[in-house]
């Protein structure tokens, strides 16, 4: 089963910034937080992950709250292109553990 | 670039048919994967590979088997296809180092009649 919690839909202007929200309380001192994001008819792809600090790179920002029990992704400009599912998984950092897909949130970006 | 692909885009077949799902990765890599995806139930893990020869099930095995004879390459075989196996079917690969962001391919609509 999935250890994150996500809103099951979000809307976002075109060009604002578009802050997705997940829950992962069980969350263990090991296991870090990945973000992948579906587009429709692609496979799923990789958009950042971190551990307990923020981190940022071309694509987005990850704040994760001290305690760890929670993340929020941000996409800084969004644009129509930013529609997709996006998915939080937690795992741990490397090895054969297998990704764990939730039913993610649908982002709609609005022009 | 990376790539994972998969042998067909859209597939339809008939009830009892033997099926076969083919994946291919030109990363090394050491892990793959196959998951379906059914509206409203997400992404599921059927079978996962991490080395040639070996495999393990996923939460939805039943009805599939798998074939990982070379690394690069991972099959899904349906052994009697059912109505309730139409889906879309992904593969994904990942290596057991580092972050190992796990690449996705296009997936397979497999229709069954």
């Known amino acids: 089963d999935a250890k994150t919690t996500q809103p099951t839909s979000m809307d976002c202007a075109e060009g604002r910034a578009a802050n997705l929200p997940c829950n992962h309380s069980?969350?263990?001192?090991?296991?870090?937080v990945y973000w992948y994001r579906q587009i429709h008819s692609q496979g799923p792809q990789y958009i950042i992950h971190?551990?307990?600090n923020n981190e940022t790179n071309e694509m987005a920002s990850l704040i994760i709250t001290e305690d760890r029990k929670s993340s929020t992704l941000i996409l800084p400009h969004a644009t129509l292109r930013d529609t997709a599912v996006y998915y939080c998984i937690v795992r741990v950092y490397s090895g054969n553990t297998p990704l764990v897909f939730g039913k993610g949130t649908r982002l709609s970006v609005i022009a | 670039d990376v790539k994972v692909t998969q042998s067909s885009r859209y597939l339809v077949k008939r009830t009892g048919e033997k099926v076969f799902l083919e994946c291919v990765q030109d990363m090394d890599h050491e892990n793959m994967f196959w998951y379906r995806q059914d509206p409203g139930l997400g992404l599921r893990l059927i079978y996962f590979?991490?080395?040639?020869?070996?495999?393990e099930k996923g939460d939805i095995p039943e009805g599939y088997s798998v074939s990982r004879e070379k690394k690069e390459r991972f099959s899904l075989i349906l052994e009697s296809a059912s109505t309730n196996q139409t889906s879309m079917y992904l593969c994904a690969s990942r290596t057991n180092a580092g972050y190992n962001e796990q690449f996705f391919g296009p997936g397979t609509r497999l229709t069954v009649l």
């Open positions: 971190g551990l307990k």
């Open positions: 069980t969350i263990s001192g090991n296991e870090y």
């Open positions: 590979s991490y080395d040639v020869k070996m495999k």
